[in-house]
């Protein structure tokens, strides 16, 4: 038995970064296996980050320069190749995202709408009695799901602290009391209670709780299992900024956006509702300056390639570079200095763009357990099942001599 764990410890020697960076993988598929091995990525991202002077200038930069940014990971085709934590924080540790929780509520939405539980054009007074409500202004009944997703309901902004003294139960039909502006769907309003309303309405449409429709639909298969998301009394999800993920998790959420809303072999979120998503609906406006898709902002990048991002405040971004391939995700304490748009693209972006892909190990792991299978039969894989990103074995797990093994079916 000692032999062979000796035996084992050296095949893991000789992978060394191989195997890890597989692990790193993750915007592929959604595994049990590839979850396990995410915990090894600090030691993988450090090497990936001495291919690139630029991106191992980047932890002294921001210890340095920006104090307040808790992580930052950055993912290019589907691995994660820099990540950085401020001191005292790890792969593990949650960031609340702050407005971004308005973007994961979009892919709930375009989830149910997938589903056949709601329509864009569907209209609140096909959803929400309270509407009819004659003390209601009757424009508020017009304003459908694409508006309250576009940021065009026609509310006005409500005086900072008006609901303070609102108590809970109320604060719904306070939120459809509010003020017409504008006719629906002409004039974007950046609007937090919008995002609020439109997580009743989804509570209304999927029936059941949503939490559990986010877990079932969203969080689960892409793995995410540790997260907090506020609801209110009733049950409904605060939409607007409420949400608190790990770094990684954001990425994964760019990633499920940069591959058109597919998680391994499964289709989380139809891809014709992505493109709509991160398409420009409007020229949007305060407070990123960017235009407006589907609670994601949209906006091109300082050296031209397009991008859309979800981004909360106090410089909580998830930004996607589709041409790039890219995704970076990250948190932060409060405001870094100019924005952190301004800092992803001035910083970041030039940091990453003179860095090198990563190197591809599928094949040297490939050839390296077989090497090992053969020698020592200590893991099998069925012909056809890759020890790829996020590819999982097919079979039953066994425990052999303190070895875990994984027997072909």
């Not at 597989?22 to 979850?35: H, M, N, R, T, Y």
């Not at 508006?147 to 309901?153: A, E, P, V």
Request: proline share 5%; hydrophobic share 40%; with cysteine.
């Amino acid at each position: 038995m000692r032999i062979e764990r000796v035996r084992f410890q050296n095949l893991l020697t000789r992978l060394g970064a191989g195997l890890a960076a597989i692990s790193l993988c993750i915007g592929a598929a959604s595994s049990s296996l590839a979850q396990e091995r995410l915990d090894h990525a600090e030691s993988t991202a450090a090497a990936m980050v001495s291919n690139s002077n630029a991106l191992a200038r980047l932890p002294a930069l921001l210890a340095e320069q920006y104090p307040t940014v808790r992580s930052l990971v950055l993912a290019r085709r589907g691995c994660m190749e820099f990540e950085y934590y401020k001191a005292g924080l790890d792969a593990r540790s949650l960031s609340s995202v702050r407005s971004i929780t308005k973007s994961l509520l979009a892919i709930l939405v375009g989830t149910a709408l997938d589903k056949g539980y709601l329509r864009l054009d569907q209209k609140l007074s096909e959803l929400l009695p309270e509407v009819l409500d004659p003390a209601i202004d009757p424009h508020v009944r017009d304003i459908t799901i694409r508006d309250l997703l576009t940021m065009t309901s026609g509310f006005g902004s409500a005086p900072f602290g008006a609901k303070a003294g609102v108590p809970p139960p109320e604060i719904w039909q306070w939120i459809l009391n509010r003020p017409m502006q504008h006719t629906p769907g002409t004039h974007f309003n950046y609007d937090n209670d919008g995002a609020n309303l439109l997580s009743v309405v989804l509570t209304r449409a999927v029936r059941q709780n949503v939490k559990t429709f986010a877990e079932q639909n969203l969080f689960r298969p892409l793995e995410i299992t540790n997260f907090n998301w506020t609801a209110d009394s009733d049950g409904h999800l605060i939409g607007a900024d409420t949400l608190s993920l790990t770094a990684r998790d954001m990425v994964k959420i760019g990633l499920l956006y940069l591959h058109g809303g597919r998680w391994g072999n499964k289709q989380i979120v139809s891809r014709d509702y992505v493109a709509d998503s991160t398409a420009k609906h409007n020229d949007g406006g305060f407070p990123t300056g960017a235009a407006y898709g589907y609670l994601w902002w949209v906006n091109p990048t300082k050296t031209g390639p397009d991008s859309f991002f979800a981004a909360g405040i106090g410089s909580q971004l998830i930004y996607v570079v589709p041409q790039l391939d890219l995704v970076i995700a990250m948190a932060s304490n409060s405001s870094v200095t100019g924005g952190s748009v301004r800092f992803v693209n001035g910083v970041v972006l030039s940091a990453a763009s003179v860095t090198p892909s990563p190197p591809t190990y599928i094949t040297r792991l490939r050839g390296a357990l077989s090497d090992f299978r053969q020698s020592h039969r200590v893991i099998s894989v069925r012909r056809g099942n890759c020890p790829a990103p996020g590819c999982r074995p097919r079979g039953r797990y066994t425990r052999n001599r303190g070895i875990r093994r994984v027997a072909s079916t």
